[in-house]
């Protein structure tokens, strides 16, 4: 048991190592990514609204996930580089930018990675934007905020995208209720669920 504790220790100061940290945060944004759309998919099984595990949409997922992964891994190195400390007025400003820069960036990285996967057109990528972006950002300002306090007051930068992924298993529920109600009865478009925030 004793081995076993040390080779996680090993493992863990490895993966979140300065060498390994992007590729850490990015096999993290996938993995949870992945987990969140298949616990989605589950619910709405249970509840009859699926018929069966899509995993199309569940790979979709994963890929956003990673996309949006790489931006996080970028933005939380950026962000502590740029103003570093953790005073109260330091942390809230940064909580402050992060909604009002990332967050509408995350949302339309989101959408722009799920329209080249689905080979959306514009037209179909934008109507899909303008109908769903309101309801997810205006989501986000309920949910993050406090969660980043948290994020940037207690969490050193390595840890920060793990934090916002397993943050972002909860908040997913929400999003793909948007976007599958939005999409009516075509469930085709339902598959592209949730997103990792930062």
Request: net charge positive; with cysteine.
């Amino acid at each position: 048991m004793i081995g076993l504790v040390k080779w996680f220790r090993t493992v863990t100061k490895t993966a979140f190592s300065k060498k390994y940290l992007l590729l850490t945060n990015v096999a993290i944004s996938v993995s949870l990514s992945g987990v969140g759309d298949i616990i989605e998919q589950h619910y709405e099984i249970y509840n009859g609204q699926l018929a069966a595990w899509d995993r199309q949409r569940t790979r979709f997922m994963s890929i956003s996930g990673m996309t949006v992964g790489v931006f996080c891994h970028s933005w939380y190195n950026f962000m502590d580089h740029r103003f570093p400390g953790r005073t109260v007025g330091l942390v809230l400003k940064k909580v402050l930018i992060d909604q009002t820069v990332a967050s509408p960036i995350v949302i339309f990285l989101f959408f722009a990675t799920l329209a080249v996967l689905k080979r959306s057109s514009w037209e179909e990528t934008r109507h899909e934007v303008r109908e769903k972006f309101i309801r997810l950002y205006t989501a986000e300002w309920i949910v993050w905020p406090p969660a980043q306090i948290v994020n940037f007051y207690f969490l050193p930068t390595k840890y920060r995208v793990l934090y916002d992924n397993t943050i972002s298993l909860g908040y997913d529920v929400y999003t793909s209720y948007v976007i599958n109600e939005d999409c009516g009865s075509d469930q085709t478009d339902a598959q592209t669920v949730s997103h990792t925030r930062c």
